[in-house]
């Protein structure tokens, strides 16, 4: 599996240092916001077109990870 840093950016010059996917300013927040509502994953991208599928899938994964290695 490929590091977080592939797929977010944390900067204090983009949005005050909030996790964004690379190469945009979405926030990764976002992400989980729309699916906490109900929303699909082709909906996010659809509305953030700057977001790839790839960095998204990624940030899911990693996060799916990490939740099962601390329930370990």
Known sequence: ????????????????G?????GTRVP????FDYLESDHR???FLDD????SRE????VLEFSKQTALS???
């Open 1 to 16: 599996m490929e590091s977080v840093s592939h797929f977010i950016d944390c900067s204090k010059d983009v949005l005050g």
């Open 18 to 22: 909030e996790p964004v996917f690379k």
């Open 28 to 31: 990764v927040q976002t992400l």
């Open 41 to 43: 994953l082709e909906e």
């Open 48 to 51: 953030f077109p700057t977001v």
């Open 55 to 58: 960095r998204a899938i990624g």
């Open 70 to 72: 601390q329930a370990v």
